[in-house]
Structures are given as C-alpha cells and as structure tokens.
C-alpha cells in the first residue's frame, strides 16, 4: 500500500514570508502527487500537482518539488497571504490505481 | 466555474437507518469518487466509479455501501444500516480524464 505523512502538523508564518511544507510518502510505486487546501467548512481544493517523471512545478505563487530519491514532496508558497491560512494535504496515487492517499494535513497559520 | 455540488450539507439520523447523500459531478467528468473525513483525521479513499461500475473500493467500503449513478447527471452513497463510527464529512469528487480530481463541499453525515 501507500502512507503519506507531514514533518510537522502545524506552522505558523508572518505575512508576506515563504511557506514551507514537507511531506513525505513511501511506495516508490506512487507516480502522481497533488496538494490540496481545505479551509474551514469545505472540500479539499486543488493547488498543484506533480508527475513522477518531474522533479519541480511551478505556479502563482506555490512550487512543487519532488525527490523521489528520498520519497519527499514539499510545497513553497510565496510571499504568504491571509487567504493562504488552511489545511494542506500531500496527497499520492498509485500508478495504475484510482484513489488518492491523503497525508494527515499540515495546519498553516499566517501570522499579520 | 463548474463545481461539483452535493446535496444536503448536513444530514442527521438516528443508528440502523438508511442515508442517500446525493452529488451532482462536473458534467462533462467520467470518474466519480466517494471519500470521507472522520472530525479530525485525515481524509480517506471509499470508493471510484466509471463507466456505471465500482472500478475501485477501499476496505471501508463493505456490503453496508453501495453507490449509483441513476441518471445522467446524479452520483448517489447509500448507507443502508449507520451505525455510529459511520458520522463523518462525506466528499464526493469527478474528474475527467483520472488525475486532478475536484471536490465537492461535502455532507456532515451525524449517527444519534
């Protein structure tokens, strides 16, 4: 099977800092990984994804990295913002497999 | 946007009935997914669905479940006997081509 695990259940940042979150996941076999944001109340959003055959992804403010050396994910936000403040889930998928794995989620705090 | 939508945001019942929670996916998705959040754990895999058959179920997902796309544009989860451990956020996700899956706002299923 899969697990996915954070480093850390919460971090807390000032505003206008870089975020990161590590996560870390154990099937080699895993070759599509996301990261989601839950905010209060609803569903998990989609902020990004990476194949296995990427080591970086880039978008609006949040970079993906992926060693798959080491089987770690993180997720860097820019310049964090109040709206950044949610859950974020690592999440893995087995090749050929359809469900998702949730990691435990890490609880961002902005700091104004 | 299109969103997935699901239908009610909060159910109560009492142990031993049955619940239907209702999704309507993006509508021009194939795959179709149920998960659920138990208050303050991580967020898991029950079920997938293409093409009107289970392509994918977890352990959790026992004889109690049973899902169904009874229209077009419908995904229903039935739970035919809750019992208790079964109170949880229930989330319903589509996509259209089997990566990035999006999510509906859930249901707050709660067992008395």
């Known amino acids: 099977g899969e697990s996915v695990g954070l480093h850390l259940p919460t971090l807390s940042v000032q505003e206008g800092d870089n975020s990161i979150i590590n996560c870390a996941y154990s099937n080699s076999a895993s070759d599509y990984f996301i990261w989601y944001k839950q905010e209060s109340g609803k569903g998990p959003q989609f902020i990004i994804d990476?194949?296995?055959?990427?080591d970086k992804r880039q978008g609006q403010r949040v970079t993906v990295l992926l060693n798959k050396t080491v089987k770690h994910l993180s997720l860097q936000i820019a310049a964090t913002q109040p709206g950044d403040s949610a859950v974020y889930f690592c999440?893995?998928?087995?090749?050929?497999?359809?469900?998702?794995?949730f990691g435990q989620g890490t609880r961002l705090t902005i700091n104004p | 946007e299109p969103e997935v939508t699901q239908t009610p945001s909060h159910q109560v019942t009492q142990m031993g009935q049955e619940v239907i929670l209702r999704c309507v996916p993006i509508?021009?998705?194939?795959?179709f997914y149920w998960y659920r959040q138990i208050l303050g754990q991580k967020v898991e895999f029950l079920v997938s669905?293409?093409?009107?058959?289970?392509?994918?179920k977890s352990e959790i997902f026992d004889d109690q479940f049973s899902v169904e796309r009874p229209d077009g544009s419908n995904f229903t989860l039935k739970i035919r006997s809750t019992k208790l451990e079964d109170s949880a956020m229930y989330f319903c996700?589509?996509?259209?081509?089997?990566?990035?899956?999006?999510f509906g706002p859930g249901t707050r299923l709660t067992v008395l």
């Open positions: 996700a589509s996509t259209s081509w089997g990566a990035e899956q999006f």
């Open positions: 509508s021009n998705h194939l795959y």
């Open positions: 669905f293409y093409n009107n058959e289970i392509s994918e």
């Open positions: 999440v893995s998928r087995l090749k050929g497999a359809q469900k998702l794995v």
């Open positions: 990476i194949r296995s055959n990427m």
